[in-house]
């Protein structure tokens, strides 16, 4: 079947590209995931021998990292093509710019003239996309002066407050200092239709009040992908609310023991269980910090980024207010992929 339908391909000079992800939904079971895994890894090995088909594996980290999945002959062939999805802050503002610079009419030209202004040149012009030219996805210096060209200096009235162009990435990101581009361009979206809305006399398209309601609503929308990747998480942070990081995790195993019972292992889980669940709390405590959900500090207590700290109900003195505070007047996971490609 395979020979045929690579021959068919070939005919056609195309290619075939096989897509799997969300095997976390394939058991309820870590012994049973590892089998699924590893053995679909060696399947998209074995398509090297066809050229016209092609196999690429979406794995979270906590399916891949540290587990023995690739404990096959030939398997560094295939981890010779692996790849980390992640996103670098001058990723972001490169991609923030190139969906600028395609806005709809006035908009998309407006944007494309503070380019210009600010590069030196427009945006290239190919089959009806504009597209920003390399050196401006790389370059962090001259990302600042585009995005302080619609955001201001300081997201306040001076330098204590902070960077806008390295604020509204960095209490995006989650504990490993990761920002997804999902939760970045939500970010930005609610902070310009917040400006719109209460700062409409604001003399730039971006309020430093408004980016800090973007991050809000950034966050409620993380969390709730969160749930649906690791439905444990969100039953797990519940008894959390209202609770002031950074804090001891005595504090925090209290308020599980008190919901659960002294035993996480008794605990029905949805899916996939936290993979240490049976180290007790201080497993689970290690399984919140791979997921970027916990941080660990030097002095032992708990802390959380605001990009989950706040979705989750959570506070910090002098930090973004949790989610749970926004009026409703104003409501509207590093990845790897491995193939033969």
Known sequence: MLERTNDFFSEQNKHGLIVFDALDRSSAEWQTMDTIVRDLLRVVLSLKRYPFLHGKIFLRDDQFAGRQVTDFPDASKLLSTRVDLTWALHDLHGLLWQLFCNGTENHGVTLRKIYEEITGSPPDFTAEVWSIRDN??????????????????????????????????????????????????????????????????HFLPLHYESIKYGVQKASGIR???????????????????????????????????????????????????????????????????????????????????????????????????????????????????????
Request: contains cysteine; glycine residues 10%; proline residues 6%.
């Open 136 to 201: 401006v996805k790389r370059d962090e210096i001259v990302q600042r002066s585009l995005f302080a060209k619609i955001a201001g200096e300081w997201m306040g009235r001076d330098r204590r407050r902070g960077v806008p162009f390295l604020w509204s990435v960095g209490h995006l990101a989650d504990g490993r200092g990761r920002t997804s581009p999902r939760s970045f361009l939500a970010a930005i979206r609610a902070a310009t239709e917040d400006t719109s809305d209460r700062y409409s006399s």
């Open 223 to 341: 969390v709730s992908e969160m749930a649906e990747d690791y439905p444990w998480v969100q039953m797990l942070m519940q008894p959390l609310q209202g609770l002031t990081v950074p804090c001891t995790f005595d504090l925090v195993q209290e308020r599980w023991c008190n919901a659960f019972g002294r035993d996480p292992k008794t605990i029905s889980f949805a899916g996939l269980p936290p993979e240490h669940v049976d180290a007790e709390w201080h497993g689970i405590r290690q399984d919140l910090e791979s997921l970027g959900i916990f941080e660990s500090m030097k002095d032992g207590r708990v802390n959380m980024p605001d990009l989950y700290r706040v979705g989750f109900g959570l506070g910090r003195r002098g930090g973004v207010k949790p989610a749970a505070k926004i009026p409703a007047s104003r409501n509207p996971s590093r990845t790897t992929t491995l193939g033969n490609h």
